[in-house]
């Protein structure tokens, strides 16, 4: 089977290396190591002040139009960030509902008046979403959902 080997854009490489330092700058001392732990006192204090890093440093939902909060990054970009993001071993902040169902829907249909209340908010951290289903005859378990129609 023969192997290919992607290669990208000067410029985005470029942004590869302004992330990858970043992450070497910000992450804790030793995060690189082989036999790097964190103690549960340390790791709490990261958990806590990592998303705070992530939001000073512009890169939640840096996919996102510059207007709202973004970076206005290019979707290959987007594919850099994470790719630096996963060879760093680094987190990404744990907020999927809104970072990724949430503030997309809103930047596709959203009023002007919803983006400008919801998105900061959402990138800031002060306002998390989630999403519970309830169903007929299936409570929470989507899986048991049935249906049909009538022509």
């Not at 840096?62 to 060879?87: C, D, H, I, M």
Request: hydrophobic share 40%; net charge negative.
């Amino acid at each position: 089977m023969a192997s290919s080997i992607i290669t990208y854009p000067p410029d985005v490489e470029a942004f590869r290396l302004e992330v990858r330092t970043w992450l070497e700058q910000n992450l804790p001392k030793g995060w690189f190591d082989a036999d790097f732990e964190l103690s549960s006192a340390e790791r709490k204090k990261f958990n806590e002040g990592w998303p705070d890093k992530l939001f000073a440093g512009g890169w939640i939902c840096a996919t996102w139009p510059k207007e709202y909060g973004g970076k206005g990054l290019s979707t290959l970009q987007g594919v850099v960030l994470n790719e630096e993001f996963a060879r760093a071993r680094a987190p990404m902040r744990a907020d999927f509902f809104g970072d990724t169902l949430v503030g997309p829907t809103l930047l596709q249909w959203g009023t002007e008046e919803q983006k400008q209340e919801f998105l900061p908010q959402i990138l800031s951290g002060k306002m998390r979403w989630c999403q519970g289903f309830s169903e007929p005859n299936s409570g929470s378990d989507l899986a048991s959902l049935k249906t049909t129609a009538v022509l």
